[in-house]
């Protein structure tokens, strides 16, 4: 059975830093790509950033780059995804999923409904102004 948790999100001021983690079993993890999204209440799921499976390419959405970065660690079966500079607007549930296969899709546009199974739980991430 494969599970996915994640981990790290909280409460803080516009400026700070959080570092979520999501550790995986009972998937052959250096298989996957792995995924971060994010849900704020009335809005939809949208794609925060992507790993392949060798880390060797990273994706970020526009609103987070060069505040977020995201790392795997295959032995640990972890990805991690560090956020500086938090902003009110990152205020959201965040979700950690695998993809189906190895690399990131082309296209974020519905990757959470087309190419990304085995979500966690989510972890919430709240930054006050």
């Known amino acids: 059975q494969v599970q996915v948790v994640e981990s790290g999100g909280g409460s803080v001021q516009a400026g700070g830093s959080l570092r979520l983690s999501c550790t995986t079993s009972?998937?052959?993890?250096?298989?996957?790509?792995m995924g971060w999204f994010r849900q704020a209440p009335g809005k939809e799921r949208e794609g925060v950033s992507g790993i392949n499976w060798d880390g060797r390419f990273t994706y970020y959405a526009d609103s987070v780059k060069d505040r977020f970065t995201i790392s795997r660690t295959n032995a640990d079966f972890t990805v991690y995804l560090r956020m500086n500079n938090l902003k009110p607007e990152d205020t959201a549930m965040y979700y950690c999923?695998?993809?189906?296969?190895?690399?990131?899709?082309?296209?974020?546009?519905?990757?959470?409904?087309?190419?990304?199974?085995?979500w966690g739980q989510g972890t919430q991430v709240t930054v006050s102004s």
């Open positions: 009972g998937l052959v993890f250096d298989g996957f790509a």
């Open positions: 999923a695998a993809a189906t296969v190895g690399i990131c899709p082309r296209s974020w546009a519905d990757a959470d409904k087309t190419d990304f199974g085995n």
